[in-house]
């Protein structure tokens, strides 16, 4: 099972992920980020706070998926984490899920299926 950091650098947002969506959840402006390598996307505060010397954008929500065909545009759910500590932020795990499952299928016509 995937471990979900709580952060991510600002570096690898930039590096490995495709921002596909920018929403407002609480007032708190997020982007969902996907990567395709990883079958990895989540939701982030969009703006990057300083942790320890580097900029990083806390992480709200993750889906890590996986392909059941050869067909890219189908992927299956293997897990979704939400930030424990994301009470701060008052935003509900479903808003975050409905997030994601919305970017990934209006912006990258994923199929998703089921755990």
């Not at 010397?53 to 709200?60: A, K, S, T, Y």
Request: aromatic residues 6%; proline residues 3%.
């Amino acid at each position: 099972m995937f471990i979900a950091s709580a952060s991510y650098s600002a570096e690898a947002v930039e590096c490995l992920y495709e921002v596909i969506g920018m929403l407002n959840l609480n007032s708190i402006r997020c982007h969902v980020i996907f990567d395709s390598q990883a079958s990895r996307a989540a939701v982030i505060e969009a703006d990057a706070t300083e942790e320890h010397g580097e900029m990083r954008h806390p992480v709200l929500a993750v889906l890590e998926m996986e392909r059941v065909t050869s067909i890219n545009t189908i992927l299956r759910i293997k897990s979704f984490w939400t930030d424990p500590d994301g009470v701060h932020s008052g935003v509900e795990p479903g808003s975050l899920a409905q997030a994601l499952y919305k970017a990934l299928t209006t912006k990258k016509q994923i199929t998703l299926v089921g755990l």
